[in-house]
């Protein structure tokens, strides 16, 4: 998916003895979206932006190692080894031959050798200089920053697009707002920025800019502006729009210390496993302090300090656990971290309390299940029908307050809470919105200047596609229970056999838990998503109740 992006210069940063100066070039083919104000709480924004780019360069996949030399020496080596076998038959004379040979190649490996080391010699230093001097080369992917009535926030990808980070700071952050334009922008972030934010200091006076000299520019100044078409995977587009569904789905919540947190980062420093499992196992008993079970050591670390509050007991297991390695800095200037577990391998939230800043860190099941491939959360969000005229009004009053919860939207519009709920799912599945775990918001967040093509991002979903196929199938029973929700239950028949699918829908329209005795549920649980035959369910509910 090829985005233009058009930068008036490039990002600069100033620093001296008394002052310093940050100031984003933001891209000009958007809508005017800028930015001026002087730091306040320096220090904690320092680490902040500093654990964003943490998040940015982090890639934990599998390194395989390079065997290009050894295998170029084995080629070589056969003709040796297939000399010294011939050599059984005629032992004298082969060793002969084979001393020459090997002179002779010996010779000829030295001259190519001698002949190849400028070049070799050359390549190495060129992607040692990249990785060191140039990283612009090697993480090219721009952060997304966004400027609302009450906050600032930047977003971001790793790299292997398995971790989200999520930096809002509000305007208390600031001393001195000069000047906003709400909106949302992708923004020049030059890799050498990460070393200038470490000057940042608490006795330097320190202004945050994003320019919007950039939008003031004549036409006749255009070799001024930078050109950048960046060529984004369809993959790291798809993981950004999942990131918010899967904030929506229900998930067992609660409190560490930061010294817990510290605890957890100590373990993973001090020991590296050798086998599996490489999991973390929270405990949570309501009214007790959290507990967290390291395999496969089976280190039992007490969280004396965090109570878990809620209600019934939980065992939940995740994995991936050395990306929480990205949190450390924050620790010293949080206050306390939520954490957000959605299920057993199921995408997992964590929000840093920064006081006017919180830092959100979400991690898919998983390090090799990244956001986009594997997990079709946007399937568990509301799914009820909106027409398209409600859509409209919800939308226009997004754009008129920004942000707002379903509750003051459908207030504010009269439209049912759960037709907005639907509506607001649509937005965010097109990348139009964006929901705001620590403060239960849903935002304007419009990931790209022109439409994102939603069928290359396939949000028509494969399962959904044959779920529209069999719905007309489903034998539909459906009862409440109290407290939680409606609990759907189906007889779908196929050719060989019957499905039983059972889910369960809460009062905001999510699905809750589900279960199917089919082999897409057997083998993946709700890792991959829902499968057809609880989707063809869900879509027989919704049937069921418009006819009502």
Same mark, same amino acid.
């Given at each position: 998916?090829?985005?233009?992006?058009?930068?008036?210069?490039?990002?600069?940063?100033?620093?001296?003895?008394?002052?310093?100066?940050?100031?984003?070039?933001?891209?000009?083919?958007?809508?005017?979206?800028?930015?001026?104000?002087?730091?306040?709480?320096?220090?904690? &924004?320092?680490?902040?932006? $500093? +654990?964003?780019?943490d998040?940015?360069? *982090?890639?934990?996949? =599998? !390194?395989?190692?390079d065997?290009?030399?050894?295998?170029?020496?084995?080629?070589?080596?056969?003709?040796?080894?297939?000399?010294?076998?011939?050599?059984?038959?005629?032992?004298?004379?082969?060793?002969?031959?084979?001393?020459?040979?090997?002179?002779?190649?010996?010779?000829?490996?030295?001259?190519?050798?001698?002949?190849?080391?400028?070049?070799?010699?050359?390549?190495?230093?060129?992607?040692?200089?990249?990785?060191?001097?140039?990283?612009?080369?090697?993480?090219?992917?721009?952060?997304?920053?966004?400027?609302?009535?009450?906050e600032?926030?930047?977003?971001? &990808?790793?790299?292997?697009? $398995? +971790?989200?980070g999520?930096?809002?700071? *509000?305007?208390?952050? =600031? !001393?001195?707002?000069?000047?906003?334009?709400?909106?949302?922008?992708?923004?020049?972030?030059?890799?050498?920025?990460?070393?200038?934010?470490?000057?940042?200091?608490?006795?330097?006076?320190?202004?945050?800019?994003?320019?919007?000299?950039?939008?003031?520019?004549?036409?006749?100044?255009?070799?001024?502006?930078?050109?950048?078409?960046?060529?984004?995977?369809?993959?790291?587009?798809?993981?950004?729009?999942?990131?918010?569904a899967?904030?929506?789905?229900?998930?067992?919540?609660?409190?560490?210390?930061p010294?817990d947190?510290?605890?957890?980062?100590?373990?993973?420093?001090?020991?590296?496993?050798?086998?599996?499992?490489?999991?973390?196992?929270?405990?949570?008993?309501?009214?007790?302090?959290?507990?967290a079970?390291?395999?496969?050591?089976?280190?039992?670390?007490?969280?004396?300090?965090?109570?878990y509050?809620?209600?019934?007991?939980?065992?939940i297991?995740?994995?991936?656990?050395?990306?929480?390695?990205?949190?450390?800095?924050?620790?010293?200037?949080?206050?306390?971290?939520?954490?957000?577990?959605?299920?057993?391998?199921?995408?997992?939230?964590?929000?840093?309390?920064?006081?006017?800043?919180?830092?959100?860190?979400?991690?898919?099941?998983?390090?090799?299940?990244?956001?986009?491939?594997?997990?079709?959360?946007?399937?568990m969000?509301?799914?009820?029908?909106?027409?398209?005229?409600?859509?409209?009004i919800?939308?226009?009053?997004?754009?008129?307050?920004?942000?707002?919860?379903?509750?003051?939207i459908?207030?504010?519009?009269?439209?049912?809470?759960?037709?907005?709920?639907?509506?607001?799912?649509?937005?965010?599945?097109?990348?139009?919105?964006?929901?705001?775990?620590?403060?239960?918001?849903?935002?304007?967040?419009?990931?790209?200047?022109?439409?994102?093509?939603?069928?290359?991002?396939?949000?028509?979903?494969?399962?959904?596609?044959?779920a529209?196929?069999?719905?007309?199938?489903?034998?539909?029973?459906?009862?409440?229970?109290?407290?939680?929700?409606?609990?759907?239950?189906?007889?779908?028949?196929?050719?060989?056999?019957?499905?039983?699918?059972?889910?369960?829908?809460?009062?905001?329209?999510?699905?809750?838990?589900?279960?199917?005795?089919?082999?897409?549920?057997?083998m993946?649980?709700?890792h991959?998503?829902?499968?057809?035959?609880?989707?063809?369910?869900?879509?027989?509910?919704?049937?069921?109740?418009?006819?009502?």
């Open positions: 998916m090829l985005f233009n992006y058009r930068y008036s210069g490039s990002t600069q940063v100033y620093s001296n003895a008394t002052s310093a100066g940050i100031s984003f070039s933001p891209d000009t083919r958007r809508e005017p979206t800028f930015f001026n104000g002087k730091l306040h709480k320096k220090l904690a &924004f320092r680490e902040a932006i $500093s +654990a964003l780019h998040v940015v360069v *982090s890639d934990l996949r =599998f !390194k395989p190692k065997k290009t030399e050894y295998k170029a020496w084995a080629a070589q080596q056969e003709d040796v080894w297939l000399a010294e076998f011939m050599g059984n038959y005629d032992a004298a004379a082969a060793q002969r031959k084979i001393k020459l040979i090997r002179e002779e190649l010996s010779a000829v490996n030295a001259e190519r050798d001698k002949l190849m080391a400028p070049y070799y010699k050359s390549r190495r230093n060129y992607f040692d200089y990249l990785y060191q001097k140039d990283k612009d080369a090697w993480f090219v992917l721009d952060p997304v920053i966004s400027v609302h009535p009450d600032i926030f930047f977003e971001c &990808f790793s790299q292997d697009e $398995s +971790a989200y999520k930096l809002s700071a *509000s305007y208390n952050v =600031f !001393k001195e707002v000069n000047e906003f334009q709400c909106g949302t922008t992708n923004i020049d972030y030059s890799a050498n920025l990460y070393n200038e934010f470490q000057k940042i200091r608490d006795y330097k006076e320190t202004t945050f800019t994003v320019d919007p000299s950039g939008f003031a520019v004549q036409t006749t100044k255009e070799e001024l502006f930078k050109e950048v078409k960046i060529d984004l995977p369809d993959s790291w587009v798809r993981g950004f729009l999942q990131v918010s899967a904030m929506t789905l229900p998930a067992a919540s609660f409190d560490l210390h010294m947190v510290y605890n957890f980062c100590q373990q993973l420093r001090r020991f590296k496993e050798k086998k599996g499992p490489r999991s973390i196992r929270f405990i949570l008993e309501p009214g007790q302090p959290v507990k079970i390291f395999d496969p050591w089976g280190t039992v670390i007490v969280c004396a300090r965090s109570v509050t809620g209600a019934q007991r939980k065992e297991r995740i994995w991936g656990r050395r990306r929480l390695l990205i949190l450390e800095r924050l620790i010293p200037v949080a206050k306390k971290f939520t954490v957000h577990l959605t299920g057993n391998g199921l995408p997992s939230f964590y929000i840093a309390d920064l006081g006017d800043m919180q830092f959100t860190l979400g991690l898919s099941g998983w390090t090799a299940n990244d956001w986009s491939r594997c997990g079709q959360f946007d399937l969000a509301p799914r009820g029908t909106v027409d398209d005229a409600t859509k409209q919800i939308y226009s009053d997004l754009q008129q307050h920004w942000f707002g919860t379903p509750e003051q459908a207030a504010r519009t009269g439209a049912p809470k759960a037709a907005v709920l639907a509506a607001l799912g649509i937005y965010t599945q097109a990348g139009k919105a964006i929901y705001d775990l620590h403060s239960g918001y849903y935002r304007l967040r419009e990931l790209s200047r022109d439409p994102l093509p939603l069928d290359a991002l396939r949000f028509s979903n494969p399962a959904e596609a044959a529209s196929r069999i719905v007309g199938k489903v034998k539909l029973t459906a009862k409440d229970v109290p407290g939680v929700g409606v609990q759907l239950e189906g007889l779908i028949p196929a050719q060989n056999r019957s499905y039983r699918p059972v889910i369960v829908i809460d009062a905001d329209e999510r699905m809750a838990s589900a279960h199917c005795d089919c082999n897409h549920y057997q993946n649980k709700l991959k998503g829902p499968c057809e035959h609880m989707l063809a369910l869900r879509m027989a509910y919704e049937q069921e109740k418009q006819k009502v």
